[in-house]
């Protein structure tokens, strides 16, 4: 079964500085990846997602993420956070055979002027 | 524009009542998902649907009841057995056949027992 662990459910950094939340995951298939984020009351909107070929996925806002088999990762990073980073993020994966997505808990950013 | 409808926004429920939040996609997918959002437990899933006529319980499902007569509605009914209720809910749908595609959230109903 596939599952993702994101560890740190609350990360401060000062603005302008690097953004970096750590998922990693586990599957006994090759996985596809997607991070999200959601704004305080409203619904997840689609981040970044890794299905095949290049490892360094770029998504919306300055995002990017690598992914890394041999360390089952796949961390987001920015390299310098704004304001408008304050949000909840969540990294995700769907498993063999199945639609659903497994999210790992969320981690909430914070970003400290 | 397509997209996924939740409504209402905000829902008040009192003790011992059913409560309805409704689901609608115009994004032709076959399947129809509903989590529950509590602070720092992420997303749970309660029913998943991935044709019309048929749904699946999901990891929390006691409580609840959905159904599937449309492809394009999957309304979430909260029964007066849930027990702790107040949450956040998202409804979600996904095209079905291709797991690397991404599922599209609605922005969600937060209900709250008074």
């Known amino acids: 079964a596939q599952s993702v662990t994101q560890l740190g459910s609350h990360v401060s950094v000062s603005e302008g500085a690097l953004v970096l939340l750590r998922c990693n995951y586990s599957?006994?298939?090759?996985?596809?990846l997607f991070w999200y984020v959601q704004y305080p009351n409203q619904g997840l909107q689609l981040l970044l997602k890794y299905t095949t070929g290049a490892t360094l996925v770029k998504g919306i806002n300055g995002f990017e993420a690598e992914f890394k088999k041999s360390e089952t990762s796949f961390h987001l990073t920015k390299p310098s956070a704004h304001m408008s980073d304050a949000a909840e993020y969540f990294c995700?994966?769907?498993?063999?055979?199945?639609?659903?997505?497994?999210f790992g808990k969320g981690t909430k950013l914070s970003v400290i002027p | 524009d397509g997209g996924i409808t939740q409504s209402p926004k905000y829902l008040f429920r009192k003790e011992g009542q059913n409560v309805t939040l409704s689901c609608e996609q115009n994004?032709?997918?076959?399947?129809m998902y509903w989590y529950r959002q509590d602070p720092g437990q992420g997303l749970r899933l309660i029913y998943y649907s991935q044709i019309v006529n048929d749904f699946q319980k999901g990891d929390i499902a006691e409580g609840y009841s959905v159904s599937r007569e449309k492809k394009e509605s999957f309304p979430l009914t909260v029964t007066s057995a849930q027990k702790n209720p107040t949450a956040f809910y998202l409804c979600a749908s996904h095209p079905g056949a291709e797991r690397y595609t991404e599922a599209f959230f609605g922005q969600g109903t937060r209900l709250t027992v008074v």
């Open positions: 994004l032709n997918h076959d399947a």
């Open positions: 599957s006994s298939v090759p996985p596809y």
């Open positions: 995700a994966t769907s498993g063999a055979g199945s639609y659903q997505l497994t």
